[in-house]
């Protein structure tokens, strides 16, 4: 097939240089041109652009963190991320955009990191070399090819930075690509060690070089889209955007009951191939699947490595009438767990004093779902401070219960979520609030109380399923 697109374009230059006017192939001859759901084919669009690009700059931050994320049920896993989650967000831009990009390293464990964009032309020397901690660095690059590209930390050893979770995807979108009900899925491995520090696991450099994982997942967690499967209406084209962060193994891409109308190595649209079953990612590679499934009935996600299949890449596609419409638009910056459909929410910086594991100290309790629910309680007191400093919860609607058992009034405040809640000498409140996964500093605004050590750190984990 590569050949024959090869010889195309030679025919297609030889017509031009004798002054012919290309007459395209008919209706009849190419099934996948006459397909209006269908992604442009290689006589529609260029495969890549040149030069400066379009002139819309679109504005992406990242900030390298460490936190505590649950990778299979009763599995809490010290996961060194982009914004807090593993994958990092979702990115979506389109072909000609300039990306001006900025990494925050946040990091608390010493560890120097960086980007690696496989989307981007810019010179590694310059702009893919090591960030230290609490530095800022800044690019701009333009997007020249259309796909589903990987994006990752490449400080040494870049196999544990990857294995810990420092990878996501970005989406280029290429001009005049067919609406379509859109998913991403990012295929990655995660290889802890033998047993718990502190009651949360850490990645076992060992397991990773020999790639021994213990799971293989789709999007962070493993198994998540059983209970909360991808939905679609029946006969409706859906568009899945894969990406394998690996570090090491091929996904075996295949979705049982059902064919591919398209797949698209990489995402590029002039790489059209036809009617497949499976389709092999690469680590670091990636692929755009289009399929449409006509009867409503559940239609499981593999991949077809069938050693790994079990250790949570398993997936569900729902097809059914009373699904809602697909959303009209995609968010540039998309939580990575509702596979870049929700927008990603807010990340702020990991304060100095959780240094040495503090975000992950309190998950070994109860070894399920983090060990956390969405609720917690503070004590509140001047001398004290509050008790406990460093909580954490799931994502979602958080209620938390304040008490204040000191002579003066106290408040609870969480800049970067809105928050503030004010309690009077003697009393206790519960309220509530929605928080995406991150790590949030709070304190009490009244002045002087914070120095007097009224502050902390909540940390927001994210839920078994989205």
């Known amino acids: 097939m590569r050949r024959l697109v090869v010889t195309g374009v030679f025919i297609e230059l030889a017509l031009l240089i004798v002054g012919l006017t290309w007459i395209g192939p008919s209706s009849g001859s190419d099934a996948h041109a006459s397909n209006p759901s269908s992604a442009s084919s290689s006589a529609e669009a260029p495969y890549r652009i040149y030069g400066d690009g379009n002139g819309r700059v679109v504005e992406v931050n990242l900030t ?6 649950t990778i299979a049920e009763g599995v809490p896993y010290q ?54 901690p609490g530095d800022t660095f800044t690019f701009d690059w333009v997007a020249r090819f259309p ?19 420092m990878y996501g995807a970005i989406v280029v979108e290429p001009e005049g690509l067919a609406p379509a009900r859109e998913y991403v899925l990012v295929s990655s491995e995660f290889y802890p060690g033998k047993k718990p520090v502190d009651g949360v696991f850490e990645g076992s450099l060992d397991e990773m070089a020999t ?54 190595p990489d995402g590029n649209p002039t790489n059209p191939m036809n009617g497949l079953q499976t389709y092999n990612v690469a680590p670091g590679a990636g692929a755009m699947f289009e399929l449409t499934i006509p009867d409503v009935g559940l239609y499981p ?7 790994y299949t079990g250790l949570g890449a398993v997936g569900v596609i729902k097809i ?3 699904v809602a419409p697909a959303p009209s638009s995609y968010p540039v910056m998309a939580d990575p767990f509702s596979g870049g459909v929700v927008a990603a929410g807010p990340v702020t910086h990991i304060p100095s004093s959780s240094a040495g594991g503090g975000t992950s100290s309190g998950s070994a309790s109860g070894g399920t779902d983090h060990g956390t629910s969405n ?44 928050v503030k809640y004010t309690v009077d000498a003697g009393s206790s409140v519960t309220e509530t609030f929605e928080a995406n996964p991150g790590v949030y500093d709070f304190y009490c605004s009244i002045p002087g109380h914070a120095d007097a050590g009224m502050k902390g750190t909540l940390t927001v984990l994210p839920s078994m399923a989205h």
């Open 147 to 165: 796909g589903v590209f990987m994006y990752h930390c490449g400080v040494p050893p870049v196999l544990m930075h990857i294995a810990n979770g």
């Open 375 to 418: 609720a917690f309680t503070l004590d509140m007191t001047l001398a004290g401070g509050f008790v406990p400093p460093d909580p954490e919860v799931k994502d979602g609607q958080v209620s938390v219960t304040l008490n204040n058992t000191d002579q003066i009034p106290h408040d609870f405040t969480i800049d970067a979520l809105g």
């Open 64 to 69: 390298a963190m460490e936190t505590t994320q």
């Open 211 to 264: 790639a021994h994982p213990s799971y293989v997942v789709f999007n962070g967690v493993a198994n998540q889209y059983q209970s909360a499967p991808l939905e679609a209406q029946p006969g409706e084209m859906i568009r899945l955007w894969v990406m394998n962060a690996g570090p090491t193994l091929t996904n075996a891409f295949h979705v049982i009951g059902a064919l591919f109308d398209h797949v698209y």
């Open 320 to 322: 059914a009438d009373d």
């Open 301 to 307: 996600f593999v991949t077809h490595a069938f050693a």
């Open 79 to 132: 996961v060194w991320t982009f914004n807090g989650t593993a994958p990092g967000p979702v990115i979506r831009v389109n072909v000609g955009d300039t990306i001006r990009f900025t990494l925050t390293n946040a990091s608390t464990h010493g560890l120097s990191h960086s980007i690696d964009f496989h989307a981007a032309q810019t010179p590694w020397d310059k702009n893919y070399q090591p960030v230290s």
